[in-house]
């Protein structure tokens, strides 16, 4: 959605985050009245010091200006210290704030959205995004403020000082104004532009970065570097048009008021001159001041607008994530209990794009403590399974029961709490072993965590690396092998103490001495609970109560595996033919 040129409704939107922060809101506020004040005063002053005291030679008098121009000075540089330190503060609390809800949105989504969303893009908006909405407040909206008010005092004080010489200021100001709003008219599409790059750039670069072994493995180095150089071509373009008008606009700025300056002295100083009391020198020596300080800020609104206008579309696109519903229903009352583990799929349909059928219409009962084993083809539907199980996805149609109660009538917490998953890819965190098993849970103890690992054979390996459980396993574990990863998800699992449990492709691609350990915990955490196994090796399925046989999102056999090898020409027995007839 394109930002308006000034989006009033998500500006007040913005306001409402002020609302914890009311009496810094007000503070900030009061030192932008105070500073223009203390700033207008001073060339106010030196007029007065030079036509009442330096062209009288009143030491005494001259003396004294001095102490109160001092003073006001002091008083002007502490207002601008509690001006920026404050407006920059509150900026911060509410980029916290924002984030922090932003957050804790995006984690509620469910996982079709991930699916769709770019991760990158989700890294620009919770970062450096919402770190432009705090430049909304420290350098765009008091800032605005702050300059507005120091222009009005200013006029104030030129008026009162000396009208008729004002006027010749004031007419030139509609040609400043002018040029200014055409400026940031530009650089509002311009900076709209730069975001957009920004946005496409940080996603190209973490699925680069995060799927660098692809990149190498298949020599794309040169291929992805040249379709990076348009990338960041584009993105110099972008910044370079945003330079162009700057460029224009300053210098054009910056004539309009040495000019108007110039004229101000030619027309006083022949007024002067020809003994005409029109005006003074201390007129003359003030408003080469004023008029910096009436023109300046005028020129530098249109650059600090446009940092509002920066956070205003960064909020813009915050906000569309934040207003975004794209999340699981929460809304069962049951606290899901201990389950025995009885589980009911009834007529389930699910499709990841509409139209199109995944799971079709499949009915599967598993019973308290049964070990079943999903078997079949890639995109048969038996991960879907997992995914429906959890309700990470919303289902068409059917019900899904879990000791005889609607899934969804379980609250989402409670209901995700007694069943653990050990996926194919494991992911591990930039942390220490201990702390990617517990997942920070403070009620799981390390004594807990030691004695589960041995438990299933997992504590003699830990102890083998460096600091032990404290080892630090880098980011997403690559100081760890597959195997080992797969371990620590065993363990991670096993110490949750689920009352379900599901093994996704648990044991591929893994060494042989890895598989022996992980056939080992799997026999220890499987033992008097409700067990789910999606496997690709049949060999180490062979043992399990019930084999479910998939194919194109339906159940085409079930049965234990001398049942099914029982079957002329059935799928699980081809399948099983076929994997052993290569092994042999």
Not at 76 to 82: A, K
Not at 195 to 206: K, W
Not at 391 to 400: D, L, P, V
């Amino acid at each position: 959605m394109k930002a308006k040129a000034f989006d009033t409704g998500l500006f007040k939107r913005i306001l409402k985050y002020t609302k914890p922060y009311k009496w810094r809101y007000y503070g900030v506020i009061v030192f932008a009245i105070s500073l223009s004040v203390f700033a207008a005063l001073r060339p106010y002053l030196l007029k007065q010091t030079v036509d009442g005291y330096i062209k009288t030679h009143d030491k005494n008098g001259l003396l004294m200006y001095i102490i109160l121009m001092g003073i006001v000075l002091l008083m002007e540089v502490l207002s601008q210290f509690y001006f920026v330190y404050w407006a920059n503060w509150l900026g911060q609390d509410i980029v916290k704030d924002i984030r922090n809800k932003l957050f804790k949105h995006i984690l509620s989504f469910r996982m079709k959205y991930f699916d769709l969303v770019p991760v990158g893009q989700l890294v620009t908006r919770s970062v450096s995004d919402i770190e432009s909405i705090a430049r909304i407040f420290s350098q765009g909206l008091f800032m605005i403020i702050s300059d507005l008010m120091k222009m009005l005092v200013v006029l104030i004080f030129m008026f009162y000082m000396n009208w008729k010489l004002t006027w010749i200021v004031v007419v030139a100001m509609p040609i400043l104004v002018y040029v200014t709003r055409i400026f940031q008219r530009k650089m509002q599409v311009a900076f709209e532009e730069v975001r957009t790059q920004i946005a496409n750039m940080n996603s190209f670069v973490q699925e680069r970065v995060t799927g660098m072994k692809i990149v190498q493995l298949f020599n794309r180095e040169k291929i992805e570097a040249e379709n990076f150089k348009n990338i960041n071509d584009k993105h110099r373009v972008a910044w370079i048009k945003t330079i162009l008008y700057n460029s224009i606009f300053f210098p054009i700025a910056d004539i309009i008021s040495s000019i108007t300056l110039g004229l101000v002295v030619v027309f006083g100083g022949f007024k002067i001159l020809n003994g005409d009391d029109f005006t003074t020198f201390g007129d003359l020596f003030s408003y080469t001041m004023f008029i910096g300080m009436l023109f300046n800020p005028l020129r530098q609104i249109a650059d600090k607008f446009n940092e509002m206008q920066l956070g205003m579309i960064a909020a813009n696109r915050v906000f569309d994530i934040i207003d975004t519903k794209d999340h699981i229903q929460d809304t069962g009352t049951l606290e899901a209990p201990v389950f025995n583990g009885i589980i009911e799929f009834k007529e389930v349909r699910f499709s990841y794009i509409p139209e199109e059928e995944v799971i079709k219409g499949i009915d599967l009962s598993v019973a308290s403590g049964q070990t079943i084993a999903i078997v079949g083809s890639t995109g048969a539907g038996k991960s879907t399974i997992i995914n429906l199980l959890n309700r990470f996805y919303e289902i068409n149609s059917g019900t899904i029961f879990i000791d005889g109660h609607n899934i969804e009538n379980y609250t989402l917490a409670s209901l995700r709490k007694q069943i653990a998953v050990v996926l194919q890819d494991v992911f591990l965190f930039a942390d220490t072993i201990y702390n990617n098993i517990t997942l920070h849970n403070p009620e799981i103890s390390r004594e807990q965590v030691i004695d589960a690992a041995k438990k299933i054979g997992v504590h003699d390996f830990i102890m083998s690396l460096p600091d032990n459980y404290d080892f630090d396993v880098k980011e997403r574990g690559v100081m760890l092998s597959s195997g080992q990863r797969q371990l620590i998800a065993f363990l991670r699992s096993y110490v949750s103490n689920p009352s379900i449990l599901i093994l996704d492709e648990a044991t591929s691609s893994i060494d042989t001495y890895s598989e022996e350990l992980i056939q080992r915990a799997t026999e220890t955490i499987t033992k008097g609970r409700t067990s789910i196994v999606i496997a690709h090796r049949l060999a180490t399925i062979i043992n399990a109560d019930k084999i479910v046989v998939m194919d194109k999102g339906l159940i085409v056999e079930q049965g234990t595996h001398h049942e099914l090898l029982t079957k002329a020409d059935g799928y699980y027995k081809n399948l099983y033919d076929s994997q052993f007839s290569v092994v042999n």
